[in-house]
Structure formats: C-alpha cells, structure tokens
C-alpha cells in the first residue's frame, strides 16, 4: 500500500516509482533546452539560477525567433493556470455569501448580493511572480532566461474572495487536516479556516485527526469544529488536530472523503504534503467528484518553491534566537569557550543563516547548500583555531542538513521516506574538543540542540499574521472552485499557485545570493574550501 507522504519533495520520485497511485507528473525543464551554448557556459561558472526552470517551455528556445518572450509569457500562463472545478463538471455559479464589511454571511434568501460594494477580486487579477530585472546572468543571484537577461513578465493569479462561487455553503461541509511535523502557526491555520467558512454559512465543519491516515482509521473520529471550539487555539503550540506522517493509499483517501460527503478538504504540510494533496485532487477529478483539495504551505524550513516565506518560519528564527543568545553568553563566559547550536534545516539552510544575521552573535554559519572543510588551511578548525587565539571565544550555527558528507551514510528512513541525517552538531562538537587536544590548546565546548523547542512553540505576531491571510484566502480559494491549488506570498502579494509549480523541487538559498553575502558579511568568517 502507498503511503502519501509528508516528506520533502526529493522523495517525490521514489512515490511515483512506488506505486500507480501516485501520478504526479510533473513538467520537466532543463537549461539544456537553450540553444545559446554561451549562456549555458554563463550559468555554470556566473549565475546560480533556481527558479528559470518553472518559465522555460518544452520546446527549444530560439533566441532569434523576434517572438520568443511571447511564446515563453504564452506557455508560462499555460503552465500556471489554476484547475478549476468546471474542468470536468458544469456547474454554475451563484453570489457570494461572503462579505468583508459583514459580521455573518449575507442574506441568500433571494440570491442577491446585500452588500454590492467592491472589496471582491477579479479572476483576471494578477501578481507579477518576479520583480527584479537582472543586468547580467554574473549580477548576484541572476535568475535569467537568455544571454541579456531580458524581462520576461509573469504572472500569476491573485488570492482572495470572489463575487461569485461555486458551493452552496448551507450544503458543504469542510475538513481540515494536519499533516507531517509540528510548527508554529497549525492552530492559527486552522483557526482562521474554520471563522472564514462559517462568515460563508457553513455548518459543517471537521478536523481530520493525526493527518491523513485520521481519514481511514476508524478509531480516530471527525472533530467538530465551531468557532466555540476554535476561538483560543492559537494562545497554544501544536495542532488542535494532531500531526502525523505517511497514511493509507490515494485510493482509500479518497473513498473516505466520498463516504463522509466531505466537499473541501483543506491540507496543511510541506512539500510531500502537497504531492499527496495533489495526488487526492487528481483522483477526485478522475471520478468527477465535485470536492476541492486546497494546500495551504506549512514548513518551519522555509523551502517551497516561488513563495517569500511559510508560515513558522518567522517563529523558528525569533525563537532560535534564545538558543544562539544561551550558546553566545555560556562561550563568553567560558575561558576558551565555543558554543555550537544546530537548527532546522534538511536541505536548506534558511533558519541558520536568518537566525545568524539577526542574533549577530555567530562567528561561523553552515549550511548544506554551501560545501566546507573541516581540516587544512582553509577549514573550519583553522578559522576558529583563529577566533579563539584573536577573540577568545566563538559561536558557531549550523543547519542539520551541513556537512552530511562527513558522516556514515544511513538506509535508514523516517515514515515519510526521508533519508534519517546524523547528527551534524554532535559531529563537530567531537571535531573540534580533538582538535583542540591536538593542538595543547584548552577549550570549553558547549553544544545546544533547540530543535523541538522551535517547533512547539506558539508562533509570533508575524507568522500569526500571515496565517490568518493564508487561512482567509485557503477557503476564498475553495468557494471560487479552484483545487489542486495552494494559497501564498509571492513579492508581499498573496497569490494561487498549482501545486506542481511549488512542489517541482524544494527552495534552498542561493550561495550566489546577496542574503547568503549579508551573512557572510556579519560572521566575517572565509570561504571554507
């Protein structure tokens, strides 16, 4: 039986490999699509491009051809259309019951709109999804499309409530689930769901306990939601709904949403979430069921695709701040002392390099996406050899996913496919006390692992903020009929995306980029190569 994961989207493949439940398909691009032979040279050894891959087309690029940003506009607007419940059904739509300048849901008794006032989204509404114009595939973390780095505008489709929708929401009843790990912000989410559909009319409203298998096991029973039951959760860490990883097959998901008449399921997780989201809205539309599946993108690492942030994020930072300050004085106040914190972050090092930029307590900062020595003139020993002879002391943040290549592989796999990681920060507290015995020099040495700590807490006043507009707009989303979509911040609009856009490989920081360069300009520390 196939499990929908809630993993990172490197497992994406292995879940397609395991079993004909999971079809995703994906658009593959690839730079080797460009004819300019020059411009590939320029990439390799100039520009670290990671998002070019969601504007190219499957056909060859003529960069000669006088139309090619046309075709490139044409096939990007293609691409990022967003599926819609009339794809595969006629249904007709009706005024809204939703009003932002009423307490309830407007009066439907003759079908007309109470309150005609604008406040309302147009479909034809758009965001541009990039809004830098690069002068040279070389400037600092270029993302181009031909050797001049010519603007091609794209756009994507903007998020809110529309006049009209596709439910009546007397007869919908909703579910919410929780999926993959903990992160600030899941009962702000969920909150935020449940006032929005009930300002719509809705009634019926569920949590889906534990996850994706809470549709399927029948010891764990649907959870009433009202605004009663929802109006303080998020004074409160964790997930009202509780979280898990992995679950049955598509297949028994899906009957489960038929049997329990379920018309919106709203899916809250990462990347491996979202395929499963995906994979459940495929089989609905298979079936010609009339259900939306909306994704609303949870992950404390910061690493879905074309988005600014997620939600937990801006929480993981502030609250890693605690550790690094704990690490910072413990090391200042030690003679010798160096004080070693490991954050979040398998693939992607976000959470370390914002954290270190805002506490500016870190002389050393690793992440995965940028390689290091450990060992040799240009390693990491040597600098904080260097630190502690000049300054004393040093604090050192390092993301989980850093310096994988230094440990003993694992076949080992947690219930979602992810590769289990060793333990990055036990590994160089251990490096560094035998470098230090090497060297005859004394040194105290403090290792802090947060990592559970960030993950339960309540989220802060940003990530509140943001998941009351990702919750508002996940259910605006729903009633405008849209599915297979998730909901976003794109250059500070919030915006739909299909879920293939986000999920097509996991957003990680650009070594090329002028954050990572701030970092680096704020710990002083070398190139570790």
């Known amino acids: 039986m196939t499990s929908v994961s809630s993993s990172n989207n490197i497992a994406l493949v292995a879940l397609k490999k395991q079993s004909r439940h999971f079809k995703l398909q994906l658009p593959s691009f690839r730079f080797n699509h460009l004819k300019s032979r020059r411009f590939e040279g320029t990439l390799k050894h100039a520009s670290y491009v990671k998002d070019v891959s969601a504007i190219l087309t499957k056909s060859e690029i003529d960069f000669k051809d006088p139309n090619w940003k046309q075709r490139i506009q044409e096939d990007f607007s293609k691409q990022f259309s967003l599926p819609h419940l009339n794809d595969i059904l006629d249904l007709k739509p009706r005024p809204t019951t939703f009003t932002p300048k009423s307490r309830g849901p407007l009066d439907v008794g003759n079908g007309e709109l109470k309150d005609k006032s604008d406040g309302y989204v147009h ?43 596709y439910y009546e929401p007397v007869e919908v009843k909703a579910a919410i689930v929780t999926c993959g790990g903990l992160c600030p912000g899941l009962n702000d989410v969920i909150r935020q769901i449940v006032l929005t559909l009930e300002k719509y009319g809705v009634k019926n409203i569920v949590g889906i306990q534990y996850g994706f298998r809470g549709f399927c096991d029948q010891s764990l029973r649907e959870l009433p939601l009202s605004h009663q039951v929802v109006q303080n959760i998020n004074l409160a860490g964790g997930s009202l709904l509780g979280v898990s990883r992995g679950g049955p097959s598509v297949s028994a998901i899906v009957d489960s949403i038929k049997a329990k008449a379920i018309d919106m399921v709203f899916v809250l997780g ?162 560094i006390k035998m470098h230090f015995k090497n060297i005859g020099l004394p040194a105290d040495i403090k290792y802090i692992d947060p990592t559970y700590m960030v993950r339960a807490c309540r989220a802060n006043a940003s990530d509140a903020i943001l998941c009351t507009l990702l919750g508002q707009n996940a259910v605006h989303g729903a009633f405008a009929g849209f599915s297979g979509i998730t909901t976003g911040v794109c250059n500070t609009h919030h915006v739909y995306l299909p879920i293939p856009e986000v999920i097509r490989f996991p957003k990680s920081v650009n070594p090329n980029s002028r954050m990572w360069h701030r970092c680096l300009t704020s710990t002083g520390q070398p190139d570790f190569q």
């Open 123 to 165: 479909d034809d509404d758009r965001a541009l999804l990039k809004v830098l114009k690069f002068a040279s595939p070389s400037s600092a973390g270029a993302e181009c499309i031909d050797p001049d780095c010519s603007w091609v505008e794209q756009w994507v489709q903007r998020a809110g409530p529309r006049k009209e929708i």
């Open 270 to 431: 990462g990347n491996g979430t979202h395929a499963g989201a995906y994979a459940i809205h495929n089989e609905c539309r298979k079936r010609k069921m009339k259900v939306t599946i909306i994704g609303v993108p949870k992950t404390i690492d910061n690493d879905i695709q074309l988005m600014d942030k997620t939600f937990g994020f801006d929480t993981a930072v502030e609250e890693a701040q605690r550790a690094i300050n704990s690490a910072y004085i413990e090391a200042h106040s030690a003679y010798h002392g160096i004080g070693i914190v490991k954050l979040m972050g398998r693939s992607c090092g976000f959470i370390a390099m914002h954290a270190s930029l805002s506490s500016g307590q870190i002389d050393i900062c690793l992440i995965p996406e940028v390689p290091f020595k450990l060992e040799g003139p240009n390693g990491v020993l040597q600098h904080l050899e260097h630190l502690i002879r000049t300054n004393g002391s040093a604090v050192i943040c390092v993301a989980e996913g850093a310096g994988q290549e230094f440990l003993s592989k694992s076949n080992a796999t947690d219930a979602s496919g992810n590769a289990m990681l060793g333990d990055i920060g036990v590994y160089m507290q251990q490096q």
